[in-house]
């Protein structure tokens, strides 16, 4: 258990679907983040939240939306996905301290596994 | 372009030491990561290197040569349950992390 609670686990949606992903950190930290990770392939980072700003989107499709209404929960809409966004979806959160020197290492959820039908 | 790289798949037996490599070009370096990831669960960190050396944490190993770009995991006393993927993360000049695409490692009985 690490502190970052993803739902739900799995999920099968059809291409004209309309689901949430939803995320919840109970560790107090300020930053949060949507990657994906595809078989044999690295970790990409889809959005970066500090302090409930989004900071980073990867030039990620706008079929995909993230919402972070406080620091605690993050949300992924998804929409008018296709077959090729089938993925596991992790969430992950840190601890962001600006001018010091920190490892900012990241803790992560146990993902949400999406197919796209 | 920012690379990392490591094997794609290693196997070993019970009770003997693996060595999991890994080498990046960055922009930049802040620092290395090495999560676990078990199939189905959440990466778990596991170890971080920002200066040169070995940092030893129980049956697990982690050393970095920033001159070379190169780290190594060093696991001895394998266990069944050390079967996992382990991921290789470099954090670079503006603090964003690139990961390698992992190792998945198989322990043998």
């Known amino acids: 258990e690490t502190g970052v609670t993803q739902t739900p686990r799995h999920l099968v949606m059809g291409m004209t679907n309309k689901k949430s992903l939803k995320c919840e950190q109970h560790?107090?930290?300020?930053?949060m983040y949507w990657y994906k990770q595809s078989a044999k392939k690295p970790l990409e980072l889809m959005f970066v939240?500090?302090?409930?700003?989004?900071?980073e989107n990867n030039s990620v499709p706008s079929r995909f939306s993230p919402e972070c209404p406080n620091s605690s929960h993050l949300f992924l809409h998804l929409h008018t996905l296709q077959p090729e966004d089938s993925a596991l979806y992790l969430c992950?959160?840190?601890?962001?301290?600006?001018?010091?020197?920190?490892?900012?290492?990241?803790?992560f959820g146990p993902g949400t596994r999406l197919t796209v039908l | 372009g920012q690379n990392i790289d490591q094997p794609t798949e290693m196997t070993a037996t019970e009770g003997a030491i693996v060595q999991i490599n890994c080498t990046y070009q960055?922009?930049?370096?802040?620092?290395l990561f090495w999560y676990q990831q078990h199939a189905g669960e959440a990466p778990t960190f596991l170890s971080y290197?920002?200066l040169d050396g070995l940092e030893e944490k129980g049956r697990f190993s982690s050393f970095l040569s920033r001159s070379k770009g190169y780290s190594y995991l060093l696991l001895k006393e394998l266990q069944m349950k050390d079967s996992a993927s382990y991921l290789c993360?470099?954090?670079?000049?503006?603090?964003?992390?690139?990961w390698g695409a992992g190792t998945k490692l198989i322990i043998k009985p």
């Open positions: 560790l107090g930290h300020n930053a």
């Open positions: 939240y500090n302090f409930k700003e989004q900071t």
């Open positions: 993360a470099v954090m670079d000049s503006n603090y964003q992390l690139i």
């Open positions: 290197n920002v």
């Open positions: 960055t922009s930049g370096f802040n620092g």
């Open positions: 992950a959160s840190s601890q962001v301290e600006y001018g010091l020197a920190v490892t900012d290492t990241q803790y």
